[in-house]
T-cell receptor
Framework: DAGVIQSPRHEVTEMGQEVTLRCKPISGHDYLFWYRQTMMRGLELLIYFNNNVPIDDSGMPEDRFSAKMPNASFSTLKIQPSEPRDSAVYFC????????????FGQGTRLTVV | AQSVTQLDSQVPVFEEAPVELRCNYSSSVSVYLFWYVQYPNQGLQLLLKYLSGSTLVKGINGFEAEFNKSQTSFHLRKPSVHISDTAEYFCAVSDRGDKIIFGKGTRLHILP
C-alpha cells in the first residue's frame, strides 16, 4: 500500500476563498482522523470517522470547517470561507483498531491563507 | 477525557549522551500508548507502542519506553543519541484503538 495520501501538499489561497483538502486512507483501515498542527497549539484532533461515520467533531474550530467521508477510500476537509488564522499544516491519518490502533499519517497539506 | 502531558517542550542533549523524554497521560479506561517522531516537513512516524504485556517496549532507532501504570507515565529513552535523532517527538494515548490524542511534542536538540 502507498500509505495515506493527501492532496495538495501545499495550498496558498486568499482570505474568503473555499479550500478543500483531500485524503485517501490506507485500504482496509476503519478509522480516519483529521489533525491540524500549529506552533501555538501543537497537534489538534479536528474530527475522526469510524467506518465512514463521523464519531467526534468536537475539535472542529468553527462552522466554517466541515469534513466528509463518502466512502472508505476518500475523505475531504473543507474550509469555507478561509481566514488567515486557518494557516497550518493539516494531517490526515488512518488506523485499524483491531491491529492496535496505530495511526499512519499522510505527508500533510501546508495551508497558507493570505 | 483523555489527555497527554509532555513536560518538556525542548530538550538539548550532547551527542552520544543518554536522553529521556517525559510523558504523562490521564484516562479513565485502559489505554494504548504511542511515541511518534516527526522530522522537518514530514508527517509523523511511529517509534513504538504499548498495547499490553511487558511494560518495557522497544522501538525503532534504539528507542525504548516504559509504561508505568501507577504513575500514569510512558517516558521515552535512548542510551546514546545521534545527530540524526534531531526531531520532534510526540506521545499519544488511545482508548483501545479509538481516537488518538497527542501531546504538544518535545523538540530534541542534539549538540555536537
Amino acid at each position: 500500500d502507498a500509505g495515506v495520501i493527501q492532496s495538495p501538499r501545499h495550498e496558498v489561497t486568499e482570505m474568503g476563498q473555499e479550500v478543500t483538502l483531500r485524503c485517501k486512507p490506507i485500504s482496509g483501515h476503519d478509522y480516519l482522523f483529521w489533525y491540524r498542527q500549529t506552533m501555538m497549539r501543537g497537534l489538534e484532533l479536528l474530527i475522526y470517522f469510524n467506518n465512514n461515520v463521523p464519531i467526534d467533531d468536537s475539535g472542529m474550530p468553527e462552522d466554517r470547517f466541515s469534513a466528509k467521508m463518502p466512502n472508505a477510500s476518500f475523505s475531504t476537509l473543507k474550509i469555507q470561507p478561509s481566514e488567515p488564522r486557518d494557516s497550518a499544516v493539516y494531517f490526515c491519518a488512518s488506523s485499524l483498531a483491531s491491529a492496535g490502533g496505530e495511526a499512519f499519517f499522510g505527508q500533510g497539506t501546508r495551508l497558507t491563507v493570505v | 477525557a483523555q489527555s497527554v502531558t509532555q513536560l518538556d517542550s525542548q530538550v538539548p542533549v550532547f551527542e552520544e549522551a543518554p536522553v529521556e523524554l517525559r510523558c504523562n497521560y490521564s484516562s479513565s479506561v485502559s489505554v494504548y500508548l504511542f511515541w511518534y517522531v516527526q522530522y522537518p516537513n514530514q508527517g509523523l512516524q511511529l517509534l513504538l507502542k504499548y498495547l499490553s504485556g511487558s511494560t518495557l517496549v522497544k522501538g525503532i532507532n534504539g528507542f525504548e519506553a516504559e509504561f508505568n501504570k501507577s504513575q500514569t507515565s510512558f517516558h521515552l529513552r535512548k542510551p546514546s543519541v545521534h545527530i540524526s535523532d534531531t526531531a520532534e517527538y510526540f506521545c499519544a494515548v488511545s482508548d483501545r484503538g479509538d481516537k488518538i490524542i497527542f501531546g504538544k511534542g518535545t523538540r530534541l536538540h542534539i549538540l555536537p
